[in-house]
């Protein structure tokens, strides 16, 4: 042992680091025992976690290995300052993140992973909402991180002080310790690949899956993944470009003819079945995280008075499910239609921030003004940037709200009340006056802390400041705006799209949980059929396309969703559900599930929350990898956008 005591801080450093990984797994096993429990072989996670475990701290020790080594003595101690302050800032870190599991874990149904990492570019908005919601996590975390962060500083020397070994002894343990500390950071040496995050799937259960990994690791991974992100071929696997495009268009509504130019491949034109004499403004009421089992009419919880009540003069989705768990990922689905995939969604990737397809870019080239209306900042997201890029020529958001000098009823954490935003939005669209618009308005409301103005409602439930009660209110001001729409000359000239971005937590024991991406979305409107429901499944990413078809609009574009109005093809109900980096492709009652790395898998849903394993078809499993590939090369080669040449005409 006297040969290696020089590499004693190092070891010091990994069961220190052990203890806190292995510690706060036992903590979350018995935190949400009621889902680990009920997985399999639940008892996985332990020897899975310490493989993991052990490969974050061997890479975290090479810099301090490869110092011991090779610096002479006298150098050693020069740099015991910089060692411990290293070992020391690592352990807290990797402290200060299974601390702040439990909390995202409740959130997101996951360890904190690429999320964690886009939220820390909004410090403002996040710290509103940590110290609102989480109040007394972070006190305890402080205290936590402050006693541990003392007794390491007191106990350095004891744990973090290189012992003194002659330097050709150094020298000689160097192969043997090295190969020691690149084998436990590779972790094998038979897979060609070094191990990864998907090495720790071994159930159905994405969370117990995730609960066998360390919170650093994610977040590291998911920053190292980041650099492939646009490319889905090393994700879930290889597929010629023609070939996917090809499997893209069986599943669209366009038939051969309508497609326009090979080299924007998915550009077609679509007609509706009867074209006005008049344009209609056309108005989307984004609605932040409300999800179907929240809706009274979907069944949900009696949240929605309001909504339910509309519901019966207009045009209800009642299968309709969202793309992914975030609001730039429903945005991209309501404005853009394009297809969801692995990637940050366009709306905060550089390549799209001009000359890419959006239904405001569209309806602009027919004379339309156009508009998004925001109770909050407008950056946030990289919102503006991509609307101002992509055909929204005015952008009204929270500054606006307080340069007007008007009266609002609440100022949140998050921006301006919902209400606050339907009255501004009806001052707004009253101005137009005979210019037909175009205008995507998002509420805030609904977002923890969930802040909303007093005796608004009744209260669903004690205290005040939860979800179903943020429900209820975002529901009192979808009808305060159409009481307001409704007093106006533009209301009978307008089609009103009412659509959830995605739902709040999406969780669940499925790899996907399928039933969290359920979503409403109603139409109203001049020949809108009222009390009518559409009871087929259907995508998110179809509503565009369809909308277009319901105000009557000719159009030009590359969405490849369906016009599900469209009877030319007989076509089974299919969504599309990106869930962190996990794909589900569902055709009918067949979902075929993607996931880094592995091979597709296939089940049978019974309902929206009970899957059972099958055979992978082929075919699907290839229709699946298909999207997702298109995606990636769309974006990529900038072929989702209008006909530049046309429009110059």
Same mark, same amino acid.
Not at 301 to 320: C, S
């Given at each position: 042992m006297r040969k290696i005591k020089h590499l004693k801080p190092i070891l010091n450093f990994i069961?220190?680091?052990?203890?806190? #990984?292995?510690?706060?797994?036992? @903590?979350? $096993?018995?935190?949400?025992?009621?889902?680990?429990?009920?997985?399999?072989?639940?008892?996985?996670?332990?020897? +899975?976690?310490?493989?993991?475990?052990?490969?974050l701290l061997c890479y975290l020790s090479f810099l301090p290995f490869l110092l011991f080594t090779f610096l002479p003595d006298r150098f050693i101690k020069c740099i015991t300052p910089f060692t411990n302050f290293y070992f020391i800032l690592l352990l807290s870190l990797l402290l200060l993140m299974e601390l702040s599991s439990p909390d995202f874990i409740r959130q997101y149904?996951?360890?904190?992973?690429?999320?964690?990492?886009?939220?820390?570019?909004?410090? =403002?908005?996040?710290?509103?909402?940590?110290?609102?919601?989480?109040?007394?996590?972070?006190?305890?975390?402080? @205290? +936590?991180m402050a006693g541990f962060i003392a007794m390491l500083v007191k106990f350095r020397k004891k744990l973090f002080r290189p012992f003194p070994v002659y330097y050709k002894t150094r020298l000689l343990m160097f192969p043997v310790a090295g190969f020691l500390l690149f084998f436990g950071a590779r972790s094998s040496l038979v897979s060609k690949r070094p191990i990864n995050a998907s090495n720790?799937?071994?159930?159905?259960?994405? $969370?117990?899956?995730?609960?066998? $990994?360390?919170?650093?690791?994610? @977040?590291?991974?998911?920053?190292?993944?980041?650099?492939?992100?646009?490319?889905?071929?090393?994700?879930?696997?290889?597929?010629? #470009?023609?070939?996917?495009?090809?499997?893209?268009? /069986?599943?669209?509504?366009?038939?051969?003819?309508?497609?326009?130019?090979?080299?924007?491949? $998915?550009?077609h034109i679509q007609k509706p079945d009867s074209i006005a004499d008049k344009k209609y403004n056309i108005v989307i009421f984004l609605q932040e995280s409300l999800g179907a089992e929240y809706v009274g009419c979907?069944?949900?919880?009696?949240?929605?008075?309001?909504?339910?009540?509309?519901?019966?003069?207009?045009?209800?989705?009642?299968?309709?499910?969202?793309?992914?768990?975030?609001?730039?990922?429903?945005?991209?689905a309501v404005v853009t239609g394009f297809l969801p995939s692995p990637s940050e969604s366009v709306v905060k990737l550089s390549k799209s921030q001009s000359g890419f397809f959006t239904l405001a870019d569209l309806m602009k080239s027919k004379g339309y003004e156009t508009s998004f209306i925001y109770g909050g900042m407008s950056n946030f997201d990289n919102m503006a940037s991509f609307f101002n890029g992509n055909g929204f020529s005015n952008i009204i958001d929270e500054e606006d709200f307080e340069e007007d000098g008007k009266k609002y009823a609440l100022k949140g954490t998050?921006?301006?009340?919902?209400?606050?935003?339907?009255?501004?939005?009806?001052?707004?669209?009253? =101005?137009?006056?005979?210019?037909?618009f175009f205008s995507l308005m998002f509420s805030t409301s609904n977002h923890e802390p969930f802040e909303f103005p007093d005796n608004r409602i009744k209260l669903y439930e004690q205290p005040k400041k939860t979800v179903k009660n943020a429900m209820k209110y975002a529901d009192f001001s979808i009808g305060k705006f159409f009481d307001l729409?409704?007093?106006?000359?533009?209301?009978?000239?307008?089609?009103?799209?009412?659509?959830?971005?995605?739902?709040?937590?999406?969780?669940?024991?499925?790899? @996907?949980?399928?039933? =969290?991406?359920? +979503?409403?979305?109603?139409?109203?409107?001049?020949?809108?059929? /009222?009390?009518e429901k559409y009871t087929g499944l259907c995508s998110q990413i179809d509503i565009p396309p369809t909308l277009l078809e319901l105000a009557d609009v000719v159009a030009e574009t590359p969405m490849p969703g369906r016009n599900l109005f469209d009877k030319r093809k007989n076509l089974k109900g299919r969504a599309i559900m990106q869930f962190h980096n996990t794909n589900a492709f569902r055709v009918g009652d067949k979902v075929v599930i993607m996931q880094p790395n592995k091979k597709p898998q296939q089940f049978r849903m019974k309902n929206d929350t009970v899957l059972v394993p099958e055979a992978v078809n082929k075919e699907l499993a290839k229709d699946a990898l298909a999207h997702v590939i298109a995606a990636s090369d769309l974006y990529k080669k900038g072929k989702y956008r209008l006909d530049n040449k046309k429009r110059k005409q």
């Open positions: 069961i220190a680091g052990l203890i806190i #990984t292995t510690f706060s797994r036992l @903590v979350l $096993l018995f935190i949400f025992q009621d889902r680990i429990n009920d997985t399999d072989n639940y008892w996985h996670i332990f020897p +899975i976690g310490l493989r993991f475990d052990i490969i149904d996951t360890r904190p992973n690429r999320l964690f990492l886009d939220y820390l570019i909004y410090p =403002k908005e996040v710290a509103g909402t940590l110290f609102k919601s989480y109040l007394p996590s972070i006190i305890a975390t402080i @205290v +936590i720790a799937v071994f159930s159905y259960d994405q $969370l117990t899956n995730c609960i066998g $990994l360390n919170s650093l690791y994610t @977040v590291a991974f998911a920053a190292y993944s980041l650099k492939h992100e646009d490319n889905a071929a090393k994700m879930y696997g290889k597929m010629d #470009t023609e070939e996917a495009y090809a499997r893209v268009k /069986k599943y669209m509504t366009a038939l051969p003819q309508d497609f326009t130019n090979p080299e924007l491949p $998915l550009l979907l069944g949900g919880y009696p949240l929605t008075p309001e909504l339910d009540t509309l519901a019966k003069q207009g045009l209800l989705f009642t299968n309709l499910y969202c793309t992914g768990t975030r609001s730039v990922r429903g945005i991209e998050w921006g301006y009340s919902d209400e606050d935003l339907a009255v501004k939005a009806n001052d707004y669209f009253k =101005k137009q006056g005979d210019k037909p729409a409704r007093k106006e000359a533009y209301f009978k000239n307008t089609i009103f799209l009412v659509i959830a971005d995605h739902n709040t937590r999406t969780y669940g024991k499925n790899l @996907v949980p399928i039933n =969290k991406f359920h +979503i409403p979305a109603l139409v109203i409107g001049p020949g809108i059929p /009222k009390g």
